[in-house]
């Protein structure tokens, strides 16, 4: 439970190192960068941002390239490879990587050449097969479809909508146009779509006849072939048979390149970092022949990194204690704590002068958790499959890690609690060992009984233990705001806003378990004299509230409506304490669903259909449960720190502590001692 120091770095270098520099701070990643605004007559700033969008298009130039060749060689990805990580390689590598990163260009180049060759063939391709389908109904045709005629006659080649017949066409012209005789016919093809015609007639009647066509439907093809269609459609063959050659070539060529896969991952990668590592430029300044850049070192690597670039580059390193309020945070917390420093950080890091709450969240986080899931089977599930993938994937990345460690803890916690109400699985034993079993299931402590009791049997116990719960809850979160008060030695805050709160609601909830109507509800009541001793509690906490909540104003009177509101704010405190009662409800939601899925299953009797029936609804019933009850217990136990929790004590508003340093895809390079 620490928030670890801060120091302010400064580095002053010759300009020469400076590449080198900040290649080695974005390797080791221990420095956050902040902008430095000097510029004089010594010092100015160089604009890189050419620079930055040359490397971000040579980045995206090999990620294209990377894609294009995965489409043609397809990688294997197992159904866990997203836990993998990226990949770590050794320095040694790096540079042999770097050295290559030419040659590797070319061949990504050259794979972006190949898919616009192919992408140019296949649209040639589609232009080629429109022209094909359109030939087709004309390929009967012994004359080009350009034919015009000859010196005494008009040739008209074209078609109308729908089946017609010859003897169809003719009548309607000798309706339109009786005068004409002597107009030729010929059907080239027929469907029930169109009809494609030849139509001969003499020059004279050439624009009647076309008139009266056109008044019939008739109308010219789209594409017209310069040659018979029989010869054009040879000529088409040909052409789409070349552009299948060029297709099939140009991806032999990029399946050839398939070796280099890896590489241009790095490339896409190391670009990335280079594209970086100019911005950075935009936050240091220079001089003719030197360098400054200042930025926030954790206090366990500012020596380390000193004596490196000090004893590397020749350069000075300054070291001081960050004492201003911008200094960003990092957290230090012990393995069994730190899984939980990604909820805080959903919620907000905490400023510099209040402490880090996530240790004693992360208790409260797995008990509220394990009691929202409460089921020993479900658990089990969850934590395996955690602790497999924690063990099986060691690059994985750390803020999945610590995810993947956190719902570990919590798996372990939904066991303990499952075990101590009795649920595996819901009644899995109980109704396996009558159903197929016919005997009545062994008595098993915490797999059939509970250790403890059922909460679907004794659900007001259930009920007042989770009031319980909420109220330590609570009462820890002023016991940190007490915590916090006296370490910035404000004592006086520690009787006015916590002590007060404890004398009032623990004076009030004294006084309310002396009445009778509580032997029902919690099963005991306390003695009567509890409740005199529970009102002066609440009475002296109301006045301490009410005189000194508004201390900060000078008019009384603003002062006493502020001490009035802060009288309000018991109200608040009841709501909290009972919206606790959602650990009563979500853990029955679960342990009652798991029971329905349960008898489901075995409503078909012991038969091999009635096993096999029993075994998929087990399978698919329970990850159903265990998918829908695991996502309501991760999103209520994140409202009951993020607002009962922290809305007694925690400010936050810190910012998270951001190094510069290797934000890529596919690599990270390994830091040797």
Same mark, same amino acid.
């Given at each position: 439970?620490?928030?670890?120091?801060?120091?302010?770095?400064?580095?002053?270098?010759?300009?020469?190192?400076?590449?080198?520099?900040?290649?080695?701070?974005?390797?080791?990643?221990?420095?956050?960068?902040?902008?430095?605004?000097?510029?004089?007559?010594?010092?100015?700033?160089?604009?890189?941002?050419?620079?930055?969008?040359?490397?971000?298009?040579?980045?995206?130039?090999?990620?294209?390239?990377?894609?294009?060749?995965?489409?043609?060689?397809?990688?294997?990805?197992?159904?866990?490879?997203?836990?993998?990580?990226?990949?770590?390689?050794?320095?040694?590598?790096?540079?042999?990587?770097?050295?290559?990163?030419?040659?590797?260009?070319?061949?990504?180049?050259?794979?972006?050449?190949?898919?616009?060759?192919?992408?140019?063939?296949?649209?040639?391709?589609?232009?080629?097969?429109?022209?094909?389908?359109?030939?087709?109904?004309?390929?009967?045709?012994?004359?080009?479809?350009?034919?015009?005629?000859?010196?005494?006659?008009?040739?008209?080649?074209?078609?109308?909508?729908?089946?017609?017949?010859?003897?169809?066409?003719?009548?309607?012209?000798?309706?339109?146009?009786?005068?004409?005789?002597?107009?030729?016919?010929?059907?080239?093809?027929?469907?029930?779509?169109?009809?494609?015609?030849?139509?001969?007639?003499?020059?004279?009647?050439?624009?009647?006849?076309?008139?009266?066509?056109?008044?019939?439907?008739?109308?010219?093809?789209?594409?017209?072939?310069?040659?018979?269609?029989?010869?054009?459609?040879?000529?088409?063959?040909?052409?789409?048979?070349?552009?299948?050659?060029?297709?099939?070539?140009?991806?032999?060529?990029?399946?050839?390149?398939?070796?280099?896969?890896?590489?241009?991952?790095?490339?896409?990668?190391?670009?990335?970092?280079?594209?970086?590592?100019?911005?950075?430029?935009?936050?240091?300044?220079?001089?003719?022949?030197?360098?400054?850049?200042?930025?926030?070192?954790?206090?366990?690597?500012?020596?380390?990194?000193?004596?490196?670039?000090?004893?590397?580059?020749?350069?000075?390193?300054?070291?001081?204690?960050?004492?201003?309020?911008?200094?960003?945070?990092?957290?230090?917390?012990?393995?069994?704590?730190?899984?939980?420093?990604?909820?805080?950080?959903?919620?907000?890091?905490?400023?510099?002068?209040?402490?880090?709450?996530?240790?004693?969240?992360?208790?409260?986080?797995?008990?509220?958790?394990?009691?929202?899931?409460?089921?020993?089977?479900?658990?089990?599930?969850?934590?395996?499959?955690?602790?497999?993938?924690?063990?099986?994937?060691?690059?994985?990345?750390?803020?999945?890690?610590?995810?993947?460690?956190?719902?570990?803890?919590?798996?372990?916690?939904?066991?303990?609690?499952?075990?101590?109400?009795?649920?595996?699985?819901?009644?899995?034993?109980?109704?396996?060992?009558?159903?197929?079993?016919?005997?009545?299931?062994?008595?098993?402590?915490?797999?059939?009984?509970?250790?403890?009791?059922?909460?679907?049997?004794?659900?007001?116990?259930?009920?007042?233990?989770?009031?319980?719960?909420? !109220? =330590?809850? +609570?009462?820890? @979160?002023?016991?940190? *705001?007490?915590?916090?008060?006296?370490?910035?030695? &404000?004592? %006086?805050?520690?009787?006015?806003?916590?002590?007060?709160?404890?004398?009032?609601?623990?004076?009030?909830?004294?006084?309310?378990?002396?009445?009778?109507?509580?032997?029902?509800?919690?099963?005991?009541?306390?003695?009567?004299?509890?409740?005199?001793?529970?009102?002066?509690?609440?009475?002296?906490?109301?006045?301490?509230?009410?005189?000194?909540?508004?201390?900060?104003?000078?008019?009384? !009177? =603003?002062? +006493?409506?502020? @001490?009035?509101?802060? *009288?309000?704010?018991?109200?608040?405190?009841?709501? &909290?304490? %009972?919206?606790?009662?959602?650990?009563?409800?979500?853990?029955?939601?679960?342990?009652?669903?798991?029971?329905?899925?349960?008898?489901?299953?075995?409503?078909?009797?012991?038969?091999?259909?009635?096993?096999?029936?029993?075994?998929?609804?087990?399978?698919?019933?329970?990850?159903?449960?265990?998918?829908?009850?695991?996502?309501?217990?991760?999103?209520?136990?994140?409202?009951?720190?993020?607002?009962?929790?922290?809305?007694?004590?925690?400010?936050?508003?810190?910012?998270?502590?951001?190094?510069?340093?290797?934000?890529?895809?596919?690599?990270?390079?390994?830091?040797?001692?």
């Amino acid at each position: 439970m620490a928030v670890l120091k801060m120091q302010r770095i400064y580095v002053y270098a010759l300009l020469k190192y400076c590449k080198d520099i900040l290649e080695a701070l974005q390797r080791k990643g221990v420095v956050e960068i902040e902008n430095l605004n000097i510029e004089d007559s010594v010092f100015y700033k160089d604009d890189t941002s050419a620079f930055q969008a040359q490397y971000q298009h040579l980045s995206s130039t090999a990620k294209e390239a990377n894609e294009i060749l995965s489409r043609y060689v397809p990688r294997k990805k197992g159904l866990l490879s997203s836990f993998k990580g990226r990949e770590q390689i050794t320095r040694q590598r790096y540079d042999e990587l770097v050295s290559e990163t030419p040659d590797i260009l070319r061949i990504a180049y050259d794979i972006i050449s190949c898919q616009k060759n192919i992408d140019t063939n296949l649209a040639e391709k589609v232009k080629y097969q429109t022209q094909l389908e359109v030939i087709r109904p004309w390929l009967s045709l012994d004359v080009p479809m350009n034919f015009t005629g000859t010196a005494t006659t008009r040739a008209l080649i074209g078609k109308f909508a729908g089946a017609k017949t010859s003897t169809e066409i003719l009548t309607e012209l000798a309706a339109i146009i009786p005068e004409v005789e002597g107009i030729e016919v010929e059907i080239v093809s027929s469907d029930s779509n169109q009809t494609c015609v030849f139509i001969l007639t003499s020059r004279d009647d050439a624009e009647a006849v076309s008139d009266a066509l056109r008044r019939i439907g008739f109308e010219y093809p789209s594409y017209i072939s310069p040659v018979i269609p029989k010869t054009r459609e040879k000529e088409i063959n040909k052409h789409l048979s070349n552009r299948d050659g060029r297709i099939l070539e140009a991806e032999n060529n990029i399946k050839a390149y398939a070796k280099y896969a890896e590489k241009l991952s790095f490339l896409e990668d190391y670009y990335v970092m280079k594209a970086e590592r100019y911005a950075v430029y935009d936050d240091i300044v220079t001089s003719r022949n030197t360098f400054v850049l200042s930025g926030y070192i954790p206090e366990p690597d500012a020596e380390k990194l000193k004596r490196y670039l000090e004893d590397t580059f020749e350069a000075e390193v300054e070291l001081e204690e960050a004492t201003n309020d911008d200094a960003p945070v990092k957290l230090k917390n012990n393995k069994f704590a730190e899984p939980a420093e990604t909820v805080l950080a959903t919620y907000s890091y905490p400023d510099r002068h209040e402490a880090d709450p996530t240790s004693v969240m992360a208790i409260f986080y797995y008990v509220f958790f394990g009691l929202m899931f409460s089921d020993a089977g479900y658990g089990i599930v969850m934590a395996l499959a955690c602790a497999i993938c924690l063990l099986k994937f060691k690059g994985m990345e750390q803020g999945l890690r610590k995810s993947l460690k956190m719902f570990f803890w919590c798996g372990v916690s939904t066991t303990f609690w499952g075990l101590l109400f009795g649920s595996f699985f819901g009644d899995a034993v109980t109704v396996i060992s009558e159903t197929f079993f016919h005997t009545a299931p062994p008595n098993i402590p915490g797999l059939v009984t509970p250790i403890w009791f059922n909460p679907v049997d004794d659900p007001m116990r259930m009920l007042m233990f989770s009031f319980l719960l909420g !109220i =330590i809850h +609570l009462f820890t @979160g002023l016991a940190v *705001l007490i915590y916090n008060n006296i370490k910035k030695k &404000d004592y %006086l805050a520690v009787i006015y806003d916590s002590v007060s709160w404890y004398l009032l609601v623990g004076g009030g909830i004294t006084a309310l378990l002396t009445m009778d109507m509580m032997q029902n509800i919690a099963g005991f009541t306390l003695p009567a004299s509890y409740a005199t001793v529970g009102g002066i509690m609440a009475g002296v906490g109301a006045l301490i509230i009410l005189i000194f909540s508004g201390r900060e104003s000078k008019n009384p !009177i =603003i002062r +006493l409506a502020k @001490g009035v509101y802060g *009288l309000y704010g018991t109200t608040s405190y009841l709501s &909290d304490i %009972l919206s606790y009662s959602r650990l009563l409800a979500l853990g029955l939601a679960t342990g009652v669903i798991a029971t329905v899925f349960n008898k489901i299953g075995s409503m078909m009797g012991d038969s091999i259909i009635g096993i096999l029936g029993f075994i998929v609804i087990f399978i698919i019933g329970h990850g159903v449960n265990i998918g829908i009850n695991a996502l309501g217990a991760y999103v209520h136990t994140n409202r009951l720190q993020f607002v009962e929790f922290f809305g007694k004590f925690y400010t936050g508003g810190g910012k998270g502590f951001n190094p510069f340093r290797i934000n890529t895809k596919h690599y990270t390079v390994k830091e040797e001692n």
